[in-house]
């Protein structure tokens, strides 16, 4: 019994924090249309999150240096090729790293 009690707290120890690095890495694509209400008929951007955390500091987004919650810009503009997504945030970075294909509309708009 005091055995499976101690299995069970040793698990519990090891699983919490896994599920809290989880949460704050946030999610592996969002699909920012979705999550940010954009109305248009280009496809859905599905935003390669966990792949970029590889290449970039949280910071380049995120207002907090950690990541997670508010970004570094507002995104008011939500409608053509003039959106704060394009100019504020992902086209300016790609041009900088010189991205291959980085404002190429199908590397986003699947
Ligand atoms: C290239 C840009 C970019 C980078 C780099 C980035 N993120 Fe994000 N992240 C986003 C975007 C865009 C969202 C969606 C924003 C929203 O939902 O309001 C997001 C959402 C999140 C969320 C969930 C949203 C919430 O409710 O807070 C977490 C957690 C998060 N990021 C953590 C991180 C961490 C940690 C890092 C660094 C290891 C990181 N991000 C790096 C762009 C980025
Ligand atoms: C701070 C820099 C930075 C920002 C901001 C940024 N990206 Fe990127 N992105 C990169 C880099 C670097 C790569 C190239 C990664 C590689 O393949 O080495 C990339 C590649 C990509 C790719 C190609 C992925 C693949 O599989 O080849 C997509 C899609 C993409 N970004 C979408 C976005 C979107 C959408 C935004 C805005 C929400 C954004 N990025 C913002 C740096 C950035
Ligand atoms: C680096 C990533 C990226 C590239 C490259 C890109 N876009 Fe976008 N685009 C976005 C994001 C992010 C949004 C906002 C979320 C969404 O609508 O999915 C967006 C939204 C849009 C919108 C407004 C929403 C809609 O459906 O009308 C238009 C128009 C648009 N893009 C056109 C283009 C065109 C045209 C190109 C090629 C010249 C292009 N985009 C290239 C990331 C990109």
């Not at 924090?17 to 999610?27: D, I, R, T």
């Not at 907090?64 to 503009?77: E, H, M, Q």
Request: charged share 30%.
């Amino acid at each position: 019994m005091k055995r499976t009690i101690q299995c069970i707290a040793a698990a519990a120890l090891l699983a919490l924090p896994l599920s809290l690095y989880a949460a704050e890495k946030g999610p592996e694509t969002i699909n920012l249309k979705e999550k940010f209400q954009f109305e248009g008929k280009k496809s859905a951007v599905i935003f390669p999150h966990h792949m970029h955390q590889e290449k970039v500091d949280c910071a380049k987004c995120h207002k907090d240096p950690a990541g997670g919650g508010a970004l570094i810009v507002d995104i008011v503009k939500k409608k053509g090729s003039g959106n704060d997504f394009h100019k504020k945030l992902c086209w300016p970075c790609h041009k900088e790293m010189k991205v291959p294909k980085g404002k190429s509309c199908k590397t986003c708009h699947k």
